[in-house]
Structure formats: C-alpha cells, structure tokens
C-alpha cells in the first residue's frame, strides 16, 4: 500500500483521483453546455386587452395578435417569453422598476421614458361607443365637454381627449374604470344609460362586440388616432437597445415574409401599415 505522505511523482496511476477529476471536469462541462443552450428568456408585463393581448385566455391560438407576433419573433431569434399579468398602471410601474424586462401594449404617451423600437406591433385607433339609439357624436374638443363619459383610469388616449379628461371643469362627467375587466365593466354602464359614451381602441371594441354578440346594442360614434403600439422596454433595463433591435428586425421579417398578414387575418385585421 503507497503511503499518502510520498509526492506523487510523474507517470503515477492514481486510479480514484483520477476519476474523480475527470467526473468533475465532465459534470462542469454538461451544466456549461445546458447552460449555453438555454434560451434567454424575455419577462414581459401587459394587460387585458384582446384583440391585441388575449393572454389571459391562455390559448395558443388565441394570443393575441400582438403577442403572436412576438413569439415568432421569440422563434426565430433565440428567445423565450414568460408572460405576467397586470392591470394596467400596476405593469407599467413594476416594469419601469425592473420586475419585467418589457412592456406589451405600448403608446408612447404611456411610458415616454421608455426605450421604443421604431418597428410597432399595432396602431390604435380610439373610438366613442354610445347606445345604438343615442344621436351623440364626437366632433372635436367642444363635443366633450359635459359629456358623462367612462375612460380608463390609465390609459391614455392623445389630445384632445386628454386634455377634456384632465380638464377639473368636466372632472364631475368623468368615471374613471380600473382593472384588468374595466372595459366590459364600461360597455354595461352605457347600455344601462349611467354614462353616454366611453372610449377604447377600435380593434378592442370590435372584438369585444363580435364575441359578446352584442352589435345592436352599440353604436360607434367617432374616431381619433390615438398612435402606434409597442412593446417597449424601461430605461433602467441594460439591454434595452438590444432588445428593441431584435424587436425591430423581427417585425420587420415577419412583415416581409407575408407571416404578419396571416397572423392577423386570424383576427380579421390587415396590416396597419398597408
């Protein structure tokens, strides 16, 4: 038997020392390449707001638009998505302190402080919704003055909306919704007449009619163009100008490739851009 205390000298077989290097060495390099091969993986926060993010259904077919898009960019490009749930202001201020890495549902009047792509995944187009038998129309600022009008307490929609909602003058007509089940909530206080009108994006309103049933019940009554749609990323975020990039680049493949139009064919929509 050798005795320990010897140096072990060059050409020596040291049959358990041996093995239990080379077993090590091999683990290390099995959980580097694991490692490697692991996707980056992107947390992004949004809210309720179908046709553009129908996650909450947790339907692969029925995403969302915007979120179908987004995943076959995720494809393409190497990384996952791990969706999170919010209501609306609640994602906006637990992403800008770096809970989640973006944002999804983005106008750049919501979050100017935040990093933007130039490619968008959406363009809004906000619209008044009254009872079909109100005569109620907007035609600029002077219509909204009075008017008992129901909004998202954290939405924002551009002037000159913003400015008649924020006006203390008509602060008495405004009711404000919260939540990520505000707008359901708002279409039954029109229909029960407790407000004369509110206001969504026009994608969001169609949809919600088309899977209520509920198209005679509604009317809409004007439009005003509210901006494009994003999923941006907080400022404190040090890969935001990465992340933006590959969101630029894919939307960009997606729209050449003609996939963009087949995802939102499934929604019954065209290209915003067309």
């Known amino acids: 038997m050798r005795d320990w205390r010897q140096p072990i000298q060059p050409g020596m077989f040291v049959p358990g020392f041996f093995v239990r290097v080379v077993a090590s060495m091999a683990l290390a390099a099995l959980a580097l390449a694991a490692k490697a091969e692991e996707p980056t993986t992107l947390r992004v926060a949004g809210a309720v707001w179908c046709p553009y993010n129908c996650m909450i259904d947790n339907n692969p077919e029925r995403r969302g638009f915007m979120f179908d898009m987004l995943y076959a960019i995720a494809a393409k490009q190497g990384f996952a998505v791990e969706y999170v749930e919010q209501p609306w202001r609640r994602a906006i201020i637990t992403t800008r302190a770096g809970q ?150 894919g939307v960009q493949a997606l729209r050449q490739s003609g996939e963009l139009a087949r995802i939102l064919a499934k929604y019954g929509l065209e290209d915003w851009r067309r």
Not at 102 to 118: E, Q, R, Y
Request: glycine share 8%; proline share 5%; hydrophobic share 35%.
């Open 100 to 249: 989640q890495a973006a944002l999804a549902g983005t106008l750049k009047t919501d979050t100017p402080d935040f990093v933007f792509g130039k490619q968008a995944f959406g363009h809004s187009r906000s619209c008044f919704v009254t009872r079909s038998v109100s005569n109620w129309q907007y035609r600029g600022e002077r219509s909204l003055k009075r008017l008992r009008l129901a909004v998202n307490k954290d939405q924002t929609f551009g002037d000159p909306v913003d400015k008649a909602v924020n006006d203390p003058l008509n602060r008495l007509y405004i009711f404000f919704g919260t939540g990520s089940d505000y707008f359901p909530r708002q279409m039954e206080a029109v229909a029960r007449g407790q407000v004369e009108a509110t206001l969504e994006d026009e994608y969001v309103i169609r949809d919600w009619l088309k899977q209520s049933a509920r198209q005679s019940e509604f009317r809409l009554a004007g439009c005003l163009d509210s901006g494009e749609v994003y999923i941006s990323v907080p400022p404190g975020n040090p890969q935001a100008k990465q992340w933006v990039a590959m969101f630029d680049s």
